[in-house]
């Protein structure tokens, strides 16, 4: 397991010369003036122009390191390399503009576009850039190198040690199979939601500790059940108590997550229609994605609205059409589809990259 690192570097400045880059309405924005415009907090300095430059690029360094993080999807896929963001520095100091010009995908170019907003966000201002000592619109680069280094065998979640690295990892005694076997038999549809024909999945996430004892750390619900099919999900997984063999790591038992997956579904005669339209729904996502994987796009979008249009307030299936939509640059349909799946299932999906593709 590897743990990331963030080096930023500024991008080399020439002084002395400069270039008109577009016309925005009656102000220029120049790429390159004589003073370029400095990260807060030097100004103080009794010093020369190239020591408050130095001292503001470190500043920036500090305050990028400081609110950036590795995403997560970058991190499981090995994503490294630079990130290079450039933004207009307006004239009252605040930023504006921001667009990635390189990327390494894993979401890295949309968290340091989101770092980049928060400067506004805190009411940071720049000190502009001039030319000819008169204050100007500047274009700055800012590139940000993402690394992965080795990192703890652990991670906190709230109060809980959670080890992510095994000599052996959590199992349930018999095997997967017992385990799929055991949760089908203890699952029980809700009677509450009989005459409903509700049916989805969701996802439990337990804590198996060393001595056998099983606590819920999260419940996923992607299909907005609710609270009864809660019960139920937790009442199927907290029976497995003692029925686990514990992680390892370094020859002595240790804390570790194991994620379920529950199926709901009823088995009312009245609901065969919708459970029959969910299995459609499911094949059809799923086909859209494998399209869409493979370079055919729109016919992986098709397909993939059509398990949307059959179940519109499923959180998997937004996600994977959102995901897909932002893929393709299409952000005001990501921005839709990725706050719905968000709102629906109650997590934190993408709420740090939502500002910027709901702009």
Known sequence: MRKWTLLLGLMALVTGLWAQEQEVGDTTIYKVVEEMPRFPGCEQLDTT???????????????????????LEAR??????????NFIVEKDGSISNPDIVKDIGGGCGLEVLRVINLMNQSGI??????????????????????????????????????????EEPPSFKGGNEALIAHINEKLDYPESAADTCMVGTMDVQLLIQPDGVV???????YSNLGFDFWYEATE??????????AGTYEGRKVPASYDISMYFEPDNPACQTTVDNY?????????GAELFNEGEQEQGIEKMSQAVELFPNNATFLYMRGQAYLDMSRLDEACSDLTRA???????????VLPLICR
């Open 125 to 166: 201002r720049w000190v502009p850039g001039k030319l000819n000592d008169e204050i100007v619109r500047s274009r700055f680069n800012l590139p940000v190198r993402f690394k992965l280094e080795e990192a703890p065998p652990y991670t906190m979640v709230g109060t809980d040690t959670v080890y992510t690295t095994f």
């Open 342 to 352: 968000r709102d629906i299932a109650l997590t934190d999906w993408f709420s740090g």
């Open 236 to 245: 199927a997984a907290t029976s497995t108590i003692g029925m686990w063999n």
């Open 215 to 221: 606590r819920i750390l999260d419940i996923t619900d």
């Open 279 to 287: 299995q459609r729904a499911t094949e059809l996502a799923n086909e």
């Open 49 to 71: 122009i190239t020591i408050k430059t130095q001292c503001a690029q470190q500043s920036l360094l500090n305050y990028v390191y400081s609110n950036i993080s590795y995403p």
């Open 76 to 85: 499981q896929n090995g994503n490294e390399g630079q990130v290079v963001v």
